[in-house]
């Protein structure tokens, strides 16, 4: 398989893989997420949008030399065509900069001129916030889509970087990270001469 067969990568997983690559792992492999929704060739975009006063509706992009494919749900044309990317609750992340970038950097592929800045738009406050799109958001946008099309069902991701992300993890059936954690423990106590007993025994010879 060449570079060139590898698939393009859906804009929302960039979000995905920031959040916690072992996530994107078991949404990817273990089909836990429809990944083949219908793609559209951006230059047929007038096709495949429908605009309301200065907005625009769903604009279906996909960029080859990106290796990118994503669907921008809704695009202010004021003067230039900015894209605006709705969050449900209070607050937004990094990763959401950055999937906010890779729509820019798409539309841009597209519209054959810079974009430079896009809109996160939060549910839970009503407000908006002007995201300028910077070298860091380009570079990271870049790093991470190489780093999803080489990821291979036989190479697992670590757990999160911070467990409290598990508590919010829909594939956390899969993952099962506070298992694994206590039979680690558990082997680490077996390597070191620890007694063969349940991990959950914590009672003495006087408790009993
Ligand atoms: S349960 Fe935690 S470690 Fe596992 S995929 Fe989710 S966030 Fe990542």
Not at 45 to 62: D, P
Request: net charge negative.
């Amino acid at each position: 398989m060449t570079e060139h067969d590898l698939p393009l990568v859906n804009t929302s997983d960039l979000n995905q893989y920031l959040y916690c690559p072992r996530r994107l792992y078991y949404l990817m492999f273990y089909h836990t997420q429809g990944l083949n929704f219908v793609l559209a060739d951006g230059r047929s975009k007038h096709a495949h949008q429908s605009r309301r006063g200065q907005w625009y509706r769903e604009m279906y992009l996909r960029s080859e030399k990106l290796h990118l494919h994503g669907k921008i749900d809704l695009l202010e044309g004021k003067t230039n065509m900015t894209p605006v990317e709705r969050k449900h609750g209070t607050s937004f992340f990094d990763n959401d900069e950055v999937q906010l970038a890779a729509y820019c950097m798409l539309l841009e592929d597209y519209l054959d001129e810079p974009v430079r800045m896009g809109y996160l738009y939060l549910f839970g406050t009503n407000e908006r916030y002007a995201i300028t799109i910077t070298d860091w958001h380009r570079n990271k946008v870049l790093q991470v889509v190489e780093a999803i099309r080489t990821m291979s069902l036989d190479r697992i991701p670590d757990f999160a970087d911070n467990p409290k992300k598990c508590e919010k993890c829909s594939t956390v059936q899969y993952c099962l990270p506070e298992e694994t954690r206590m039979l680690q423990e558990e082997s680490a106590r077996m390597e070191h001469g620890g007694k063969d007993q349940p991990a959950n025994s914590k009672l003495t010879d006087k408790e009993h």
